[in-house]
């Protein structure tokens, strides 16, 4: 029972949510993010740090790298020696930060991400900048606390005598913060820092006059000024980095494009494969080699081009699709007072000045304190050096030495500290030499205890101070802008042409919903005929579009949806072979079915129109500029009401008369100008009006009165009638009836429904198909030729009493592609 009386119950919620709390607090304040003061993480801190405090400084030797980790892990960051190495090995990488913090000498890394040698073999030691950083640290500037076990003493911050944090910038990940600061020219920061001093209350755009914006230690080119103020102004913004590129050439007329910068913290090795991929499977046409010809003499990528490639289309795509271009995201998180804020560029600066201006006092006041003590001192000796004779005989009848400090005290009215000063006072210090030196060096010090008093006093004199010692650090450290800022973000077109190579082929879709794209080549090998198609069996050719690589197709569907699918996305296979199923290359779902599909090679030239039609009658009018989009899913083509489906979508062509023609044999003729245009999703007007379950089957466009229009049923049973005999109506009647089916026992029947009607002004072939995947050939010829629209017909296709054509299609062989 003792041992139960222990432990209390509690929340399994409570108590992690308690020790995550901590946790949370602790990485945030000491491990990820920086603090705003100096602009660097605990761990960077610690090693620069112990590195001073063990003497590897820049003017003496290198020392092994494993020594300063041993030194900090042992002392200061108990947390293991790949967290303080891998923290020592960013500030000594040139490519990462824009003034390195260590001296390495040795294997650091490399801008293709090769790791740094084990800190067994490298040696570093404190660069001169990053003295700067620790410059006073020993005259009281910053305040020091115990170490994790209170063996010594570290500092809570470093005096930072420039501002670190933008300088170098900072990249973390903490437990619900993230920082992402990037470096800065020192020279514009400090010039910026010190006009913010000179005029505190001045703003966002007339800072940015000084801190134009980051400057990466790999250059290249910056794009986005609205981005760079975005950031400065609210801790968030997004900029675009473009590496520097150039388009050189060469003998022959070939060229090649060369690059010298890449963005920051882009790994080169990757983006050479990148390209080189980009060459190999042959995303890109024109590319002939890639090649890294980095070196001593700094970074150099060469894409040699083909002949007549278009250099600026392929590098517009390299850039697009690689990371030749990246988006740089700011997020300038940094702690302040213990607690992490997210930050403007002039929050920055002034908590920055704020830490300069306690920093400057504090070692003002720390070296009047030490001047100061030793006046008093020299006071007293100067006293007793007046009254030598005095003193010294005071002191030779005195019993001891607290008793001679005794009697000098009271005896000449010396201090404590005064009376020790004369004890421990060297004989040859009594001559006139030394006495006058006394004075004069007394003299010197009330002269800076005068002018460290003056600068404690004086706001604009500390100011000022800091101003100088700043622009000391400016003009030894400062070197050139290495990236270009342009204010304007070019936006990358990439043409098709550049992409694909434009070529001439045939995409089929079978009845069953398989795909392929296939080249002219081939199909003419395979004899040009449809029944070489390759199709599975019960499956047949029910489309073939002649297009081009570059176009792209408008897959229309019977639910009234729609994909954009660029012809260069569908597989390539030969005329023989199967295809891909399509519900495998757009994401149509498997119950859906592809009415049409339409290329479309600029939807910005497009003038044309689409005519939609529904199974219930319904027709609409759109532009086919509406059908623009860039995504990849289903998009809504047209409204359908309830139990309605699309089954004809058309350009509008240069006939002016749309014809209907349902499957009982009705049909009417309308002018196409009745269908008003309309929006994209619009549901459409009505275009015929239908009886009982009668449904549209066919949609023709037709113009004047020269041809025929034949009818076909499933049953094979087709007629010829003039055109003559259908007369232009108004839209939304009920139509004329265009063909007479037998009804009774005793007569042999000529069809159920109407499968197929075609406009034929001179003689055109066909194939009916007939399941399991027969075909039949006929042509219009032999359909009856009559001038009754209400006709029996005659059969023209030969078949057994079960079977019922499914489709008709247009025979490839005799009429070419359709």
């Given at each position: 029972?003792e041992?139960?009386d222990k432990?209390?119950?509690a929340?399994?919620?409570?108590?992690?949510?308690?020790?995550?709390g901590?946790?949370?607090?602790?990485?945030?304040?000491d491990?990820?993010?920086?603090?705003?003061?100096?602009?660097?993480?605990?761990?960077?801190?610690?090693?620069?740090?112990?590195?001073?405090d063990?003497?590897?400084?820049?003017?003496?030797?290198?020392?092994?790298?494993?020594?300063?980790?041993g030194?900090v892990m042992?002392?200061y960051?108990?947390?293991?020696?790949?967290?303080?190495?891998?923290?020592?090995?960013?500030?000594?990488?040139?490519?990462?930060?824009?003034?390195?913090?260590v001296?390495?000498?040795?294997?650091?890394?490399s801008?293709?991400?090769?790791p740094?040698?084990?800190?067994r073999?490298?040696e570093?030691?404190?660069?001169?900048?990053?003295?700067?950083?620790l410059?006073?640290?020993?005259?009281?500037?910053?305040?020091?606390?115990?170490?994790f076990?209170?063996?010594?003493?570290e500092?809570?911050?470093?005096?930072s005598?420039?501002?670190?944090?933008?300088?170098n910038?900072?990249?973390?990940?903490?437990?619900g913060?993230?920082?992402?600061?990037?470096?800065?020219?020192?020279?514009e920061?400090i010039?910026?820092?010190?006009?913010?001093?000179?005029?505190p209350?001045?703003?966002?755009p007339?800072?940015?006059?000084?801190?134009?914006?980051?400057?990466?230690?790999?250059?290249g080119?910056i794009?986005?000024?609205?981005?760079?103020?975005?950031?400065?102004?609210?801790?968030?913004g997004?900029?675009?980095?473009?590496?520097?590129?150039?388009i050189?050439?060469?003998?022959?007329?070939?060229q090649?494009?060369?690059?010298?910068?890449?963005?920051?913290?882009?790994?080169?090795?990757?983006?050479?494969?990148?390209?080189?991929?980009?060459?190999?499977?042959?995303?890109?046409?024109?590319?002939a080699?890639v090649?890294d010809?980095?070196?001593r003499?700094?970074?150099?990528?060469?894409?040699?081009l083909?002949?007549?490639a278009?250099a600026?289309g392929?590098?517009?795509?390299?850039?697009k699709?690689?990371?030749?271009?990246?988006?740089?995201?700011?997020?300038?998180?940094a702690i302040?007072?213990?607690?992490?804020?997210?930050?403007?560029?002039k929050?920055?600066?002034?908590?920055?000045?704020?830490?300069?201006?306690?920093?400057?006092?504090?070692?003002t006041?720390?070296d009047?304190?030490?001047v100061?003590?030793?006046?008093?001192v020299?006071?007293g000796?100067?006293k007793?050096?007046?009254?030598?004779?005095?003193?010294?005989?005071?002191?030779?009848?005195?019993?001891?030495?607290q008793?001679?400090?005794?009697?000098?005290?009271?005896?000449?009215?010396?201090t404590?500290?005064?009376?020790d000063?004369?004890?421990?006072?060297?004989?040859y210090?009594?001559?006139?030499?030394?006495?006058?030196?006394?004075?004069?060096?007394l003299?010197?010090?009330?002269?800076?205890?005068?002018?460290?008093?003056?600068?404690?006093?004086?706001?604009?004199?500390?100011?000022?101070l800091?101003?100088?010692?700043?622009?000391e650090?400016?003009?030894?450290h400062?070197?050139?802008?290495?990236?270009?800022?342009?204010d304007?973000?070019?936006?990358?077109k990439?043409?098709?042409?550049?992409?694909?190579?434009?070529?001439?082929?045939l995409?089929s879709?079978?009845?069953?919903?398989y795909?392929?794209?296939?080249?002219?080549m081939s199909?003419?090998?395979?004899?040009?005929?449809?029944?070489?198609?390759g199709a599975?069996?019960d499956?047949?050719?029910?489309?073939?579009i002649?297009?081009?690589?570059?176009d792209?197709?408008?897959v229309?569907?019977?639910?009234g949806?729609?994909?954009?699918?660029?012809?260069?996305?569908?597989?390539?296979?030969?005329?023989?072979?199967?295809?891909?199923?399509?519900?495998?290359?757009?994401?149509?779902?498997?119950?859906?079915?592809?009415?049409?599909?339409?290329?479309?090679?600029?939807f910005?030239?497009?003038?044309?129109?689409?005519?939609?039609?529904t199974k219930?009658?319904?027709?609409?009018?759109?532009?086919?500029?509406?059908?623009?989009?860039?995504?990849?899913?289903?998009?809504?083509?047209?409204?359908?009401g309830?139990?309605?489906e699309?089954?004809?979508?058309?350009?509008?062509?240069?006939?002016?008369?749309?014809m209907?023609?349902?499957?009982?044999?009705?049909?009417?003729?309308?002018r196409?100008?009745?269908?008003?245009?309309?929006?994209?999703?619009?549901?459409?007007?009505?275009?015929?009006?239908?009886?009982?379950?009668?449904?549209?089957?066919?949609?023709?466009?037709?113009?004047?009165?020269?041809?025929?229009?034949?009818v076909?049923?499933?049953?094979g049973?087709?007629?010829?009638?003039s055109?003559?005999?259908?007369?232009?109506?108004?839209?939304?009647?009920?139509g004329?009836?265009?063909?007479?089916?037998?009804?009774?026992?005793?007569?042999?029947?000529?069809g159920?429904r109407i499968?197929?009607?075609?406009?034929?002004?001179e003689?055109?072939?066909?194939?009916a198909?007939l399941p399991?995947?027969?075909?039949?050939?006929?042509?219009?010829?032999?359909?009856?030729?009559?001038?009754?629209?209400?006709?029996?017909?005659?059969?023209?296709?030969?078949?057994?009493?079960?079977?019922?054509?499914?489709?008709?299609?247009?025979?490839?062989s005799?009429?070419?592609?359709?």
């Amino acid at each position: 029972m003792e041992n139960n009386d222990k432990f209390l119950p509690a929340f399994l919620e409570e108590i992690v949510g308690d020790r995550f709390g901590r946790y949370s607090k602790y990485i945030i304040q000491d491990r990820a993010i920086p603090d705003v003061r100096d602009g660097l993480k605990p761990v960077q801190r610690r090693i620069l740090y112990a590195m001073y405090d063990s003497g590897n400084t820049p003017e003496k030797g290198y020392r092994k790298s494993a020594k300063t980790v041993g030194d900090v892990m042992g002392n200061y960051h108990p947390h293991g020696d790949s967290s303080i190495y891998d923290g020592m090995v960013r500030m000594a990488q040139p490519w990462k930060m824009s003034h390195t913090l260590v001296d390495g000498h040795g294997n650091w890394g490399s801008p293709d991400d090769d790791p740094a040698a084990a800190m067994r073999y490298t040696e570093a030691r404190l660069s001169s900048i990053a003295m700067e950083i620790l410059r006073d640290i020993d005259r009281n500037t910053v305040q020091f606390k115990d170490n994790f076990d209170n063996t010594t003493q570290e500092p809570v911050v470093l005096p930072s005598r420039y501002p670190n944090l933008l300088v170098n910038g900072v990249s973390g990940i903490s437990s619900g913060f993230a920082t992402e600061i990037p470096p800065h020219s020192l020279r514009e920061v400090i010039e910026g820092c010190i006009a913010l001093m000179e005029n505190p209350e001045m703003e966002l755009p007339e800072l940015m006059n000084y801190i134009k914006g980051p400057d990466f230690p790999t250059g290249g080119t910056i794009m986005g000024g609205d981005g760079i103020r975005d950031a400065y102004s609210t801790g968030k913004g997004r900029i675009y980095v473009r590496s520097k590129t150039e388009i050189e050439t060469l003998r022959g007329g070939k060229q090649q494009i060369v690059i010298t910068e890449i963005p920051y913290q882009v790994v080169k090795v990757r983006l050479v494969t990148a390209m080189e991929n980009i060459r190999l499977e042959k995303k890109v046409e024109g590319i002939a080699e890639v090649r890294d010809e980095s070196g001593r003499d700094g970074l150099r990528i060469v894409i040699e081009l083909k002949k007549e490639a278009d250099a600026q289309g392929i590098l517009a795509y390299l850039l697009k699709k690689t990371d030749l271009q990246v988006t740089y995201n700011f997020n300038m998180v940094a702690i302040v007072n213990k607690a992490p804020q997210q930050m403007g560029l002039k929050s920055i600066l002034e908590a920055y000045i704020a830490h300069q201006r306690e920093v400057v006092t504090r070692r003002t006041q720390h070296d009047l304190d030490k001047v100061e003590d030793r006046a008093h001192v020299l006071e007293g000796l100067a006293k007793a050096l007046n009254v030598l004779d005095e003193v010294i005989a005071a002191i030779k009848a005195s019993k001891n030495r607290q008793d001679a400090q005794n009697n000098l005290q009271w005896m000449f009215g010396l201090t404590e500290r005064q009376a020790d000063a004369i004890l421990t006072l060297q004989l040859y210090r009594i001559t006139n030499l030394e006495i006058n030196q006394v004075e004069k060096e007394l003299n010197d010090i009330q002269k800076k205890i005068t002018n460290f008093r003056a600068i404690l006093g004086s706001d604009k004199k500390l100011v000022g101070l800091i101003k100088k010692e700043l622009l000391e650090i400016h003009d030894k450290h400062g070197i050139n802008r290495r990236s270009i800022i342009q204010d304007e973000v070019e936006e990358l077109k990439v043409n098709l042409e550049v992409m694909i190579n434009s070529e001439d082929v045939l995409v089929s879709l079978s009845n069953d919903g398989y795909i392929k794209r296939t080249s002219m080549m081939s199909f003419n090998r395979s004899g040009g005929e449809r029944n070489g198609s390759g199709a599975k069996e019960d499956d047949y050719i029910r489309d073939v579009i002649n297009v081009n690589t570059l176009d792209s197709l408008l897959v229309f569907t019977q639910r009234g949806q729609y994909f954009l699918l660029p012809v260069h996305q569908i597989p390539d296979f030969k005329w023989k072979e199967t295809g891909k199923a399509i519900v495998n290359i757009i994401p149509m779902t498997r119950e859906d079915r592809i009415v049409t599909m339409i290329p479309v090679r600029n939807f910005e030239e497009e003038q044309a129109d689409l005519i939609f039609v529904t199974k219930r009658g319904q027709v609409k009018r759109t532009e086919i500029k509406e059908y623009a989009t860039k995504r990849s899913g289903a998009v809504a083509a047209c409204k359908l009401g309830d139990g309605d489906e699309v089954i004809s979508v058309t350009r509008a062509g240069q006939a002016r008369d749309l014809m209907l023609i349902t499957k009982d044999g009705m049909s009417i003729r309308f002018r196409a100008e009745e269908v008003n245009p309309m929006g994209r999703v619009a549901a459409g007007v009505r275009g015929i009006q239908l009886v009982g379950d009668d449904e549209v089957a066919v949609v023709l466009w037709v113009d004047g009165e020269e041809g025929q229009l034949m009818v076909i049923t499933d049953l094979g049973y087709a007629k010829r009638t003039s055109l003559l005999q259908y007369q232009t109506q108004s839209r939304g009647g009920k139509g004329l009836s265009t063909f007479e089916f037998k009804e009774g026992k005793r007569s042999k029947p000529n069809g159920n429904r109407i499968i197929g009607a075609f406009v034929c002004e001179e003689h055109r072939s066909f194939l009916a198909i007939l399941p399991p995947n027969r075909m039949i050939g006929f042509n219009s010829k032999a359909a009856l030729q009559t001038d009754e629209r209400r006709h029996i017909g005659k059969q023209i296709v030969e078949m057994d009493k079960a079977d019922s054509i499914t489709g008709i299609v247009e025979d490839l062989s005799s009429n070419g592609s359709t």
